[in-house]
């Protein structure tokens, strides 16, 4: 069985930095792309950034980049978004997710989620 | 960036048939992802490659993909699929990832 658990989130002032980790198990980890979706409060679900199973290839939403770092340990089969420069706006519920199809990035298998409050 | 435009409600009643849109330029020429969120749960996949649907998601749910618009329709609507519906697709010109807005799917 897939599962994904994610952990770090927290209260953090703005301009304050925060690691989220993503544990993952019941699949071969290294063979998929791994995702961070975030949603604010009350809103609707924000892709915010995707590394390939090396951890080679990474993107990153334009309202994350500079900021943010994907990357992952392959050999803990874990999954980090490190965030830093934290902004209100950054406030959300972070998940990650697994690739379900490659070549064109679906999500077959989330996290519960973990919640960032940026605030003063 | 990629635009997907979705209307923010649909409302349904039970037994009958929710059609929700998608739209996007020359969509059609994409694979389009389809995702179910009930209040304070994770997304699920619901539709996959435009009509795909994985194992464990009921044949009432289906999807098209043609032109400037992607479809979701969930024929003979259950209290239960009251939720809220996002598309999604990989822009390959900037390799992001983008959602629609979101519907939100009332049974009445």
């Known amino acids: 069985e897939v599962q994904l658990l994610e952990s770090g989130g927290g209260l953090v002032q703005p301009g304050g930095s925060l690691r989220l980790s993503c544990a993952a198990s019941?699949?071969?980890?290294?063979?998929?792309?791994m995702t961070w979706v975030r949603q604010a409060p009350g809103k609707g679900l924000e892709w915010v950034s995707v590394?390939?199973?090396?951890?080679?290839?990474?993107y990153y939403a334009d309202s994350v980049k500079g900021r943010f770092t994907i990357s992952r340990d392959n050999s803990k089969n874990t999954l980090y978004l490190q965030m830093n420069s934290l902004k209100d706006e950054d406030t959300a519920v972070y998940y990650c997710?697994?690739?379900?199809?490659?070549?064109?990035?679906?999500?077959?298998?989330w996290g519960q989620g973990t919640l960032v409050t940026v605030s003063s | 960036s990629y635009v997907l435009t979705q209307p923010p409600s649909v409302s349904v009643a039970p037994g009958k048939t929710a059609r929700i849109t998608c739209g996007g330029n020359n969509i059609g020429t994409t694979s389009v992802h389809w995702y179910q969120q009930k209040p304070g749960q994770a997304p699920v996949l619901v539709i996959y490659y435009n009509a795909d649907r994985p194992s464990g998601i009921p044949e009432r749910f289906s999807g098209s993909n043609s032109e400037n618009t992607a479809t979701l329709t969930i024929s003979r609507v259950e209290a239960g699929d009251e939720a809220d519906y996002y598309c999604q697709l990989w822009d390959s010109s900037s390799d992001h990832r983008v959602f629609g807005g979101g519907t939100k799917l009332t049974v009445l």
């Open positions: 997710a697994k690739d379900g199809c490659s070549g064109t990035s679906c999500w077959d298998h």
């Open positions: 590394t390939d199973g090396g951890g080679v290839r990474t």
């Open positions: 019941g699949f071969i980890y290294t063979n998929y792309d």
